[in-house]
């Protein structure tokens, strides 16, 4: 079973940068990716990015080009890179793995979630 872990979030200031981490445990076949997503109260969890196992980068338009996905296979992580943080981008921020497409299709196994506030 595939285990992820989010961490990097934190309080910062509308305009700053932050960048999130997902460590994953192992990667049990060739075909995989790994996605951000965000969830706010209330509100529908919506997706950011996807990064598949041969380096391809996607993203949503939720985040408006402010964000980069990137992977570092030898730590078996994967980053999304932040910037210019808007209060509304305060949500609880989720990495998530397909383990079969390198498209985020079926995002199965789940992060438990790190805390991103931006303050005005």
């Known amino acids: 079973e595939v285990q992820l872990q989010a961490s990097g979030g934190g309080l910062v200031q509308a305009g700053e940068s932050l960048r999130l981490s997902c460590q994953v445990s192992?990667?049990?076949?060739?075909?995989?990716?790994i996605g951000w997503f965000r969830q706010t109260p209330g509100k529908r969890r919506e997706g950011i990015s996807c990064i598949g196992s041969d380096g391809s980068a996607r993203y949503t338009d939720s985040m408006e080009g402010r964000v980069t996905t990137s992977s570092d296979n030898a730590k078996q992580t994967v980053y999304l890179q932040m910037n210019s943080l808007k209060p509304e981008d305060t949500a609880v921020y989720y990495c998530?793995?397909?383990?079969?497409?390198?498209?985020?299709?079926?995002?199965?196994?789940w992060g438990q979630g790190t805390q991103v506030t931006v303050s005005s």
């Open positions: 998530a793995a397909d383990i079969a497409t390198r498209f985020c299709r079926y995002p199965e196994e």
């Open positions: 192992e990667f049990t076949s060739d075909e995989y990716s």
